[in-house]
C-alpha cells in the first residue's frame, strides 16, 4: 500500500492525475467505517463495538466479531503506527479466552443459537488495522502463537478505501507443521483409499503455497485456508473425489461438467459459490489457477 500508485484516468482529456492517498483524521473514522461494512471488507460478521472488559482488566475492545468459520475476532484500530498495538490486542484476546460464556451469550443475542454453539475457540483471532506497522510487529506476528492479522488501510480521494495485508501469523512453523501431522493422521484414519490420500496432501499443499499469510482452520466438516478471509475450503474425501470451494464467481469461469459447478444457493459445507472436484494430481494442476484466483480476492 505504500508502494502503490493510485491514478484516476481522464479519457476526454487524455491525461491521468494521482489519487493521493491519505490517513483519517481520528482513529474512530476507520472503526466506524470497517464496522459498518466488516463482512465485506474482513468476512467477519459484526458484534459489538467498544466492548468493556470489566472492572478488573478496565478496557474497551475495539470491535468484536465472529469470522466464517466460527471463530472469535478481536479487531483493533489505530490511526497511524502504534508500537502497542499488537501487545494490546492480545491483552483483550486473553480475556475473551478467560470469558467464553459472556462472548457465546454475545453471539446468541446477534446471531442465534445456532451461531453460539459452533464458536470455533481453538483459533481466536486479533486483527489489527493500522496506518503502518514496524519491521517488529511483523516479526511478532510469525513468533507468537496466536493468529494475528497486519492490516494497512489508506484512504483514496472521497470514496475508496485500501486494505493490505501486511503479515499474518498462525502460531508459527512449529505448531503449523503439528497441526500438519494432525490432519494428515485424520484424512489416513477417515480414509481407506491411499490415493485419496495422496490427493489431499497434494491439495493441501497446493493452497498453502499459494503465497505468504495462509492460515489453516480445521472444522469438523471441512478445512478451510484462511488469509483474512476464506478462499479455500476442502471438504473430507469421497469414495472417488475431493471437493474444494471456491471464492470465485462461477459466471467468470468456464464451467467444465464433472470438473467445475456452480454451487451459488445451494448448501454445503464451507464457504464459497464454486466448487471444484479433483480426482486425480492431473486436476489438481487442471485448478492451480482456480485457486490462485481465488486466494488473490481474499
Not at 10 to 18: I, L, M, Q, R, T
Not at 235 to 264: A, I
Request: aromatic residues 6%; neutral net charge.
Amino acid at each position: 500500500m505504500v508502494g502503490l500508485k493510485l491514478f484516476r484516468t481522464d479519457a476526454s482529456k487524455c491525461g491521468v492525475s494521482e489519487v493521493m492517498p491519505r490517513l483519517v483524521e481520528v482513529e474512530a473514522d476507520v472503526q466506524g467505517l470497517v464496522e459498518a461494512h466488516m463482512e465485506t471488507l474482513l468476512g467477519v460478521r459484526f458484534l459489538a463495538s467498544e466492548y468493556g472488559t470489566g472492572t478488573v482488566h478496565k478496557g474497551r475492545i475495539d470491535s468484536l466479531g465472529l469470522d466464517e468459520n466460527g471463530s472469535p475476532v478481536i479487531v483493533e484500530y489505530k490511526r497511524g503506527i502504534d508500537a502497542g498495538v499488537i501487545n494490546q490486542g492480545l491483552f483483550y484476546l486473553a480475556w475473551l479466552m478467560d470469558h467464553r460464556a459472556e462472548f457465546e451469550h454475545l453471539v446468541r443475542d446477534r446471531l442465534g443459537m445456532r451461531a453460539a454453539s459452533q464458536v470455533l475457540w481453538s483459533s481466536p483471532r486479533l486483527i489489527c488495522i493500522a496506518g503502518d506497522f514496524t519491521r517488529y510487529d511483523v516479526h511478532a506476528v510469525h513468533e507468537h502463537r496466536r493468529s494475528i492479522d497486519l492490516v494497512r488501510y489508506r484512504l483514496f480521494g472521497s470514496d475508496l478505501l485500501g486494505l493490505e495485508s501486511v503479515a499474518s501469523g498462525s502460531g508459527g512453523m512449529q505448531v503449523a507443521r503439528r497441526v500438519r501431522r494432525q490432519a494428515v493422521a485424520r484424512a489416513t484414519a477417515d480414509v481407506q483409499d491411499a490415493s485419496m490420500v495422496e490427493l489431499a496432501s497434494a491439495v493441501d499443499e497446493a493452497l498453502l503455497g499459494l503465497g505468504g499469510g495462509v492460515n489453516r482452520v480445521e472444522r469438523k466438516t471441512y478445512r478451510a485456508y484462511q488469509r483474512l478471509r476464506n478462499f479455500a475450503c476442502l471438504c473430507p474425501p469421497q469414495r472417488s473425489k475431493l471437493l474444494v470451494y471456491l471464492k470465485v464467481d462461477p459466471k467468470d469461469v468456464d464451467l467444465v461438467p464433472g470438473f467445475t459447478r456452480d454451487v451459488s444457493g445451494l448448501g454445503h459445507h464451507g464457504t464459497g459459490d464454486l466448487e471444484v472436484q479433483l480426482r486425480t494430481p492431473r486436476d489438481v494442476e487442471r485448478a492451480q489457477d482456480l485457486f490462485l484466483a481465488s486466494y488473490a480476492a481474499a
